[in-house]
């Protein structure tokens, strides 16, 4: 079974700073979603990244991907609270968006 | 757009009850997906419909849960008898195809069984 691994589970920082989430997976894939998860409701997708060397970018996040190292990060600049949720990867298992999910990183941006 | 509809949105019963849940996924979406998020973890997947086929059911225990997607458009999940493991957010997504590279979820339903 594919395994997603995430690090740190828990972050907490000081609006301003910059950090970065890790996402390991152990099997080969193409697809790999990051998604955010406020309190209490649903998933919202951030980024999807499709190819080697993908890096996309939306305010103050910016996901990447190297499929050879099985390795994806999301990077946070200068944090904002509003930032605050938690923060999910996940990697399509078989192409057919079966989705195995990381165990979630909870972000708190401290004012 | 109307995004993924959920009902309901909270229910509690106790182990050993029945229980089902409810998804109405996007318009014209064919592919649906039932998730279950135990507190404190990712999503796992339960099961994958292509219209009213299953794709995958792999991680569905099937002693307990089943699903149906009888006219390949709404979806109901239900858990006969429950447990007290049970108790998480059952989470429906939906996605255009099966090729598609994104799926929507639906905002959940909290299950805490007693």
């Known amino acids: 079974e594919l395994k997603v691994e995430q690090n740190p589970l828990f972050l907490s920082m000081q609006e301003g700073k910059n950090y970065t989430i890790y996402c390991n997976y152990s099997?080969?894939?193409?697809?790999l979603y990051w998604y955010r998860q406020d309190p209490g409701k649903s998933l919202e997708s951030l980024f999807v990244?499709?190819?080697?060397?993908a890096v996309k970018q939306e305010g103050r996040l910016m996901a990447s991907l190297d499929t050879k190292a099985r390795l994806s990060t999301l990077h946070i600049t200068a944090a904002v609270h509003d930032l605050s949720a938690t923060y999910f990867c996940?990697?399509?298992?078989?192409?057919?968006?079966?989705?195995?999910f990381g165990t979630g990183t909870r972000l708190t941006v401290i004012p | 757009e109307a995004g993924v509809a959920q009902s309901p949105r909270y229910k509690i019963i106790e182990k050993r009850q029945s229980v089902a849940f409810w998804c109405n996924p996007i318009s014209g979406h064919a592919t649906l997906y039932w998730y279950q998020q135990i507190l404190g973890q990712g999503p796992k997947l339960l099961i994958q419909?292509?219209?009213?086929?299953?794709?995958?059911d792999s991680q569905l225990p099937k002693d307990r849960f089943s699903a149906e997607r009888l006219k390949g458009v709404d979806s109901t999940l239900k858990i006969q008898p429950a447990k007290l493991e049970d108790s998480a957010v059952y989470l429906c997504a939906s996605s255009l195809a099966i090729q598609s590279t994104e799926a929507f979820f639906g905002q959940g339903t909290r299950l805490t069984v007693v």
């Open positions: 996940a990697v399509d298992g078989t192409g057919a968006n079966n989705l195995f």
């Open positions: 419909f292509q219209n009213n086929g299953v794709v995958d």
């Open positions: 099997t080969t894939s193409d697809r």
């Open positions: 990244l499709l190819s080697n060397g």
